[in-house]
C-alpha cells in the first residue's frame, strides 16, 4: 500500500488528481499556495482568479471561491474585487504570457497604484496551452514553436525580468519576490509573505515562480529538472527584490 | 451632509453627464471604475465630487478593458459597480462585456456614443447600436436602453441597476455626445419615494462561510471542455434572455394605427422624429411614429404587428444603417417598404424628416 | 452687448475649456456683427474638437492686454476658475471684477448654504448675478425666486447682487427691477443656434 503525500486542506478533492500534464510545474506553484493559505487560516476570506493559459485548469482546484477571467485579465478582475469588497484576500494567478505580454500594462499599473492584491505567475518560458509559442520569457536561443531556431535576442529582446520591473515601480509596502518551485519550502514562504503583505494592508505583492513545461521542452524529468534548476536562475534570480521596511533600514 | 443625494423631487437644469452621475448615486451605485473618453469625461468628474459625501468609491483605470474587468470583480463582489466609455473605449470595452456575457454578470455601462470609425468626432453620433447591442465574441445576451433626453437618462439610469441585477444581463445606457453635453431641464427624484424598490446586490465570491466545509465556492467560469456543455449552458441563456425580453421591451409608439408611414428612430435622433410625426399629423397626414426604447432586446411583437399594417417604414439615424439591421432582421417576410434616411454621425432636423416623409407619402 | 451699443471695444474670450461643447464658436460671426470682438476657436481651425478641443487660443492667453473691455467667459464652477490663473497679468489687473453667475436650478447650487459653499471655493468674488433659469420652462417666479436665495446668499457672504438677468420676454414680465430691488438685464440667447 502506498502513502500519499498530504494534500493542503484547501485544496477540492473532488477535483484530484488535477488537471495539469505529468511534471508540470503548476501543481507544485498551487501546493506552495495550499499550504500558505491553509497556515495563514484565509481560506474563507480567499477569492482565487486564474487567467487564460494552463492557468486556467486551476478554476476548481481549491475549495476557495474562483473566478477564472480572460487572458492577461485577471489583475484587473481582482483589483475590481478587492476595491469593491477590501476584506476579501484576493490572488491573481497567471502565466508568464498573461502577466508580463497581454496583461503587462495591468500588471504595470496595479503595481504602480499599490493595489492591495497578491500576483502570483508561474514562468515557464512558453506559452503551453496554445502549444509552445515563443514567450515574453524565452530564454536566449532556447527553441520554441514561433522561434523554430532559438530566440534571436537581436530581433526580439531579452527575456522579461518581471519581479526586477515591479520592484523598480513599486515604492514602499511592496512585497516582491522570485521564487522556484526547485525550492519549495521557500517558495511557499514567498507566497505567504506575499499574503501577509496584503492581508495587513501594505501594499502589493507580487511573487513570480519559476516553473516547468516538460510537455512542450520536449524534456525527460532529468533535463526538465536540469532547465529549471540551473539554466533558468542563470538569467532569473531567484531571492526577494523588495521587502516593506527595508527601504527605511536603507535609510537608516 | 445628508445621507440621501436627491431629498425631494425638484426641477433642475444639468447636462446629461451630470444627470447620469445623480441618478447613479440615486440608484445606490457603490462603485463607479473608469477610464477618461470624451465625451463621458463628466461622468466621471462628477461622481468623483459627489462620492465621498455618500460613501461611494471611484477606481481610474488604466484603459477601458481595466475598467470593464474591474467593473466585473466589483460586481462579483456583491457591489453595484458600473463604468462609463465611448467610441474607441467601447471597442475594449467588449471584451469585458463578453465576460460579463458567459458569466450572467450584473455590469451596468453608459455609452455616450461618439462618431467613428476610430477616433472621428465625439458629438453627435449614433454609430454604435452594432457594438454596443452585438460586441463582443457572442451572440448579444445585453440590455440595451437608448435614451433620448435628460429625463430618461435619469429614468433608465436608475432602471439599468435594477434591471441588470434582476435578470443578470450586463446592461446598458446608450446615449451620445450630444445629450452628455446639452444642459436641459428634468426632475430629479429619490427613486424609493417614487416607489421605486430597489434589486439588492448579492456576491457571487465572499459569501459567509468557508468552502468545502459550510458550504460549496463558487467556481466562475467561462470556459468549457466540450461543445456540448457550451450549447447546454448557451439554451438556458437564450430561454431565460427571451423570457425577460417579454418584461424588459419598451417603446413609444403614436398615431400608427391608420398610418401609411410610420417613421422609426431611437435615441437622440426620435426627438426630431416625435416633431415631425407630430407637425405631420396637424397637416392631416397619415404618418405614425415608433421608437423602440430598448434596442437589446427589441419589442418585436409590437414591430411585427406593424410592419403588417403600414405601407412604409422610414428608418431615420445617426448611422449608416445599424439601427436599421436591427429592425429588419425582426420584421423579415413583412410587406412594408423600408425607406432608409441614414446621416452617419450627423445631426438630424424635424425638417429634414418632415421633407423625407413628404417626399414618400 | 449693451457695451458694444455704447460704442466701446468689447472682447469676449471663451476660456470654457471643460465641457467644450457649449462654446462660442459657433455663434463668433454673429457676434462679430455687433461689434464685438470674439476670442475663440472656429470650429474648422480646431482638430478633434472636444477630444482635443481643451486647447486654450493663444491669443486667449494675452487677453487681458487687450484694449477696452474685456469679458471672459470661464464656466465650469470652481474647477473653471483656476483657468484664470493661466491669464497673463490676472494678478496684476487692478480693474478686473469676477461675477459669479448663479442658477438655483443647478443642483450644485440650489439653496443658500450650497451657493455660499460653493461661491467660497471661488476665491475672492466682487458681486453675483442671478442668472436662474429652467431653459426654455422659465417662468417670472423661478426667477424671482432665484433672487431671493442669491440676495441671501449674497448678504452671507458680504457681496453685492449685480443683476438679475432673463431671457427678454421673461425679463420683461418681470419688470425693470426684481423682488430684491435688483436691477434685471434682458438677455437676448444666442446659444440655442450653437446647439450642433
Known amino acids: 500500500m502506498t502513502v500519499q503525500p498530504a494534500m493542503p486542506k484547501c485544496w477540492r478533492p473532488e477535483t484530484k488528481p488535477h488537471k495539469f500534464c505529468p511534471g508540470c510545474g503548476h501543481g507544485l506553484v498551487l501546493k506552495a499556495l495550499g499550504e500558505a493559505i491553509d497556515e495563514l487560516g484565509i481560506q474563507d476570506r480567499v477569492v482565487f482568479g486564474c487567467d487564460i493559459g494552463c492557468s486556467l485548469l486551476a478554476w476548481d482546484f481549491f475549495n476557495v471561491d474562483s473566478i477564472q477571467t480572460h487572458h492577461g485579465r485577471t489583475t484587473p478582475v481582482m483589483t475590481g474585487v478587492k476595491r469593491a469588497n477590501p476584506d476579501l484576500i484576493c490572488i491573481a494567478y497567471m502565466g508568464d504570457g498573461g502577466g508580463y505580454a497581454i496583461g503587462s500594462q495591468h500588471l504595470v499599473n496595479a503595481a504602480a497604484r499599490n493595489e492591495k492584491i497578491t500576483v502570483i505567475l508561474a514562468l515557464n518560458t512558453v506559452y503551453a496551452m496554445t502549444g509552445g509559442q515563443m514567450a515574453p520569457t524565452t530564454m536566449p536561443d532556447q527553441k520554441a514553436e514561433t522561434a523554430p531556431y532559438g530566440r534571436n535576442v537581436e530581433e526580439t529582446g531579452y527575456p522579461t525580468q518581471g519581479p526586477e520591473m515591479v520592484a523598480a515601480i513599486t515604492r514602499e509596502g511592496a512585497y516582491v519576490a522570485r521564487g522556484t518551485t526547485a525550492n519549495l519550502k521557500q517558495l511557499k514562504s514567498y507566497i505567504k509573505k506575499a499574503l501577509q503583505n496584503q492581508m495587513e494592508g501594505r501594499g502589493f505583492s507580487f511573487v513570480e515562480a519559476l516553473s516547468a513545461c516538460p510537455t512542450n521542452w520536449r524534456t525527460n524529468a532529468e533535463k526538465t529538472w536540469n532547465f529549471v534548476q540551473k539554466e533558468m536562475p542563470k538569467y532569473f534570480k531567484v531571492g526577494e527584490k523588495k521587502v516593506p521596511g527595508a527601504e527605511e533600514k536603507e535609510g537608516q | ?361 | 452687448m449693451d457695451l458694444a451699443r455704447q460704442n466701446r471695444k468689447v472682447n469676449l474670450v471663451d476660456l470654457d475649456i471643460v465641457e467644450p461643447c457649449y462654446t462660442l464658436r459657433p455663434i463668433k460671426k454673429q457676434l462679430a456683427e455687433q461689434n464685438i470682438n470674439v476670442i475663440a476657436w472656429e470650429t474648422k481651425e480646431t482638430v478633434g474638437l472636444g477630444e482635443a478641443g481643451n486647447i486654450i487660443k493663444p491669443a486667449a492667453r494675452w487677453a487681458l492686454l487687450n484694449e477696452g473691455d474685456v469679458i471672459l467667459d470661464i464656466g465650469y464652477g470652481v474647477e473653471g476658475s483656476k483657468t484664470l490663473n493661466l491669464l497673463e497679468g490676472v494678478d496684476k489687473e487692478p480693474n478686473l471684477r469676477i461675477y459669479a453667475v448663479v442658477n438655483i436650478s443647478r443642483p450644485m447650487t440650489s439653496t443658500v448654504d450650497e451657493i455660499v459653499e460653493y461661491l467660497k471655493q471661488l476665491g475672492n468674488i466682487h458681486g453675483i448675478i442671478n442668472n436662474t433659469h429652467l431653459g426654455d420652462e422659465t417662468t417670472p417666479e423661478i426667477v424671482q425666486n432665484g433672487a431671493k436665495v442669491v440676495a441671501e446668499a449674497a448678504e452671507v457672504l458680504q457681496v453685492p447682487v449685480i443683476a438679475t438677468t432673463a431671457e427678454r420676454s421673461v425679463a420683461e414680465a418681470i419688470g425693470k427691477q426684481d423682488c430684491m430691488g435688483n436691477m434685471v438685464r434682458p438677455l437676448d440667447r444666442f446659444m440655442p443656434c450653437t446647439l450642433w
Do not use: C
Open chain 2, 1 to 361: 451632509m445628508s445621507e440621501k443625494l436627491i431629498t425631494e423631487e425638484k426641477r433642475v437644469f444639468m447636462t446629461g453627464n451630470e444627470v447620469v452621475a445623480w441618478a447613479a448615486v440615486a440608484a445606490g451605485a457603490e462603485i463607479m471604475y473608469g477610464y477618461p473618453i470624451t465625451p463621458q469625461n463628466e461622468i466621471m468628474h462628477y461622481w468623483t465630487r459627489l462620492a465621498p459625501k455618500y460613501n461611494r468609491k471611484f477606481l481610474q483605470t488604466e484603459d477601458e478593458l481595466s475598467a470593464g474587468f474591474t467593473t466585473v470583480g466589483g460586481v462579483m463582489a456583491g457591489r453595484k459597480a458600473f463604468t462609463a466609455t465611448a467610441g474607441p473605449g467601447n471597442t475594449l470595452m467588449q471584451e469585458p462585456m463578453s465576460m460579463a456575457e458567459a458569466m450572467r454578470l450584473p455590469t451596468v455601462t453608459i455609452v455616450q456614443q461618439r462618431g467613428g470609425p476610430s477616433t472621428a468626432t465625439v458629438i453627435y453620433s449614433q454609430q454604435e447600436v452594432t457594438m454596443t447591442t452585438f460586441g463582443g465574441n457572442g451572440e448579444g445576451l445585453r440590455i440595451v436602453y437608448s435614451t433620448a433626453n435628460h429625463q430618461e437618462l435619469f429614468d433608465y439610469t436608475i432602471k439599468a441597476f435594477n434591471v441588470a441585477w434582476k435578470y443578470r444581463f450586463p446592461t446598458f445606457v446608450l446615449g451620445d455626445g450630444y445629450q452628455a453635453k446639452m444642459r436641459e431641464s428634468l426632475t430629479v427624484y429619490d427613486p424609493e419615494q417614487k416607489g421605486i424598490e430597489f434589486v439588492p446586490a448579492e456576491p457571487y465570491v465572499g459569501k459567509p462561510g468557508t468552502p468545502g466545509v459550510d458550504r460549496e465556492p463558487g467556481h466562475y467560469r467561462n470556459t468549457y471542455n466540450v461543445e456540448e456543455e457550451l450549447y447546454e449552458v448557451l439554451q438556458g441563456y437564450f430561454k431565460d434572455y427571451a423570457k425577460m425580453a417579454e418584461e424588459v421591451a419598451e417603446y413609444q409608439a403614436f398615431d400608427t394605427e391608420d398610418a401609411d408611414v410610420v417613421v422609426l428612430s431611437h435615441g437622440v435622433v426620435s426627438r426630431g422624429a416625435k416633431e415631425a410625426v407630430e407637425q405631420l399629423r396637424k397637416e392631416g397626414k397619415k404618418v405614425g411614429y415608433f421608437r423602440p426604447i430598448t434596442l437589446r432586446p427589441l419589442p418585436e411583437k409590437e414591430l411585427k404587428e406593424l410592419a403588417g399594417k403600414a405601407k412604409k417604414f422610414l428608418i431615420v439615424e445617426s448611422a449608416q444603417g445599424q439601427f436599421a439591421k436591427l429592425i429588419k432582421d425582426v420584421i423579415y417576410g413583412a410587406s412594408v417598404e423600408i425607406v432608409p434616411f441614414f446621416k452617419p454621425g450627423v445631426g438630424i432636423t424635424t425638417d429634414e424628416i418632415v421633407g423625407k416623409v413628404n417626399e414618400i407619402l
